[in-house]
């Protein structure tokens, strides 16, 4: 059995550019159009996010369930989840570009609205960046237990250290079923002060952890074609897919019954969300958006022929990469720059967070074993059929 997956230095070189593009970007936005270039800070930076509590989230779900089918690639998560220090770094910076994104922060502005006013004792700058703090304590507390712990499982073979694992991801569910709801209240929601649903965080968190599935089975893919994880097979591909195929009809649902409620209650506070999201340029993303993220996955992954299908994975793991930007450039850009335009200062921030995610995440993937060890699942992980 394998692995140990290495990085050649001429893909560090490409991925590294990548990110001397995207600071270059971030630096020459800052200096001609501040305000969009703060926006597309937090979009990238919230974009991450996301996928490192989505993949973590799965990890965890894998143990509590203690599935056997996908023990062999439960390093992939693992070191998805060593973006989240660096995540944690990057997000303190927006304490430069508060008020360029939230209306709220503005000096003198909870004195002109009663609203605000009213949230201002949570709705503040030193709270924000208190809670932001505490929260990522809280998931790199969490996620560098599981990953030692997994580590250990490797040079001892009882299920110790798997129970310990099990115990660790039933705390972290729960820990993020909290957390996760107040940063994206804070870091998204809060961006339309006056403006808030109850199906939010829950949309959003779905958002998270179906697209992070994407990205592992991507992963899984890429690597498989480069010679890991040989033993991968039609079965883990069917797997990786129902998970994407499900978790497509639970955003969906989500996404539908956020605006059904919205709708159908017609409360002018509420209904400007949509009212600004349905017109005009926008209105081509807010398609776009049901037609990435649902319907190509949704139609494609049906037939049994092809949702087992390594190409046809990696294409709607790509769309769907594509289409959780899509979703969260229409809930940050509206109520923050105001205006459809995208240029370099998106494609360039984007692209340097990205970079420095596939960095992070080959560099950890490349420290430790590919494939776990003394994982007490693992024989059926290899010969699933």
């Given at each position: 059995?394998?692995?140990?997956?290495?990085?050649?230095?001429?893909?560090?070189?490409?991925?590294?550019?990548?990110?001397?593009?995207?600071?270059?970007?971030?630096?020459?936005?800052?200096?001609?159009?501040?305000?969009?270039?703060?926006?597309?800070?937090?979009?990238?930076?919230?974009?991450?996010?996301?996928?490192?509590?989505?993949?973590?989230?799965?990890?965890?779900?894998?143990?509590?369930?203690?599935?056997?089918?996908?023990?062999?690639?439960?390093?992939?998560?693992?070191?998805?989840?060593?973006?989240?220090?660096?995540?944690?770094?990057?997000?303190?910076?927006?304490?430069?570009?508060?008020?360029?994104?939230?209306?709220?922060?503005?000096?003198?502005?909870?004195?002109?609205?009663?609203?605000i006013e009213h949230k201002s004792p949570y709705l503040n700058i030193p709270f924000f960046f208190i809670r932001l703090v505490i929260i990522f304590a809280l998931w790199i507390l969490m996620t560098w237990l599981l990953r030692k712990t997994s580590l250990k499982e490797d040079h001892e073979s009882n299920l110790k250290y798997f129970y310990k694992s099990e115990y660790y991801s039933k705390i972290y569910i729960f820990i993020l079923a909290i957390t996760f709801s107040l940063l994206t209240f804070d870091l998204i929601m809060s961006i339309d002060v006056y403006w808030f649903s109850t199906v939010f965080a829950v949309k959003n968190f779905v958002s998270g952890f179906y697209h992070a599935v994407s990205v592992i089975t991507l992963i899984v893919i890429l690597l498989n074609r480069n010679g890991y994880f040989r033993d991968l097979n039609k079965t883990h591909l069917r797997y990786f897919s129902r998970y994407i195929f499900i978790l497509g009809i639970i955003w969906a649902y989500l996404w539908f019954i956020q605006y059904l409620l919205i709708w159908f209650a017609n409360i002018q506070e509420e209904t400007i969300y949509y009212v600004i999201r349905t017109e005009g340029k926008w209105k081509t993303f807010f398609f776009l958006n049901i037609i990435l993220n649902w319907a190509i996955p949704f139609s494609i992954l049906l037939p049994a022929r092809t949702n087992a299908n390594k190409l046809v994975l990696i294409f709607i793991s790509i769309i769907l990469i594509i289409g959780h930007w899509v979703d969260l450039y229409l809930q940050i850009m509206p109520g923050s720059v105001g205006e459809f335009n995208i240029g370099y200062i998106e494609i360039g921030v984007f692209a340097g967070f990205s970079g420095l995610f596939i960095f992070i995440v080959s560099r950890a993937l490349g420290r430790i074993p590919l494939i776990p060890k003394n994982h007490p699942y693992l024989g059926e992980s290899i010969n699933l059929h």
């Open positions: 059995m394998d692995e140990n997956y290495s990085v050649s230095p001429t893909f560090k070189f490409i991925i590294l550019g990548i990110v001397f593009v995207g600071i270059i970007t971030i630096g020459l936005g800052l200096y001609i159009n501040p305000e969009k270039t703060w926006a597309n800070f937090l979009l990238s930076n919230y974009y991450f996010i996301s996928i490192i509590v989505g993949a973590t989230f799965f990890l965890a779900i894998q143990y509590i369930t203690q599935s056997g089918w996908s023990a062999m690639f439960i390093r992939i998560p693992h070191a998805i989840g060593m973006y989240m220090p660096v995540a944690a770094i990057t997000i303190l910076f927006l304490i430069f570009g508060m008020h360029s994104i939230y209306h709220w922060s503005i000096p003198g502005v909870a004195e002109h609205s009663p609203e």
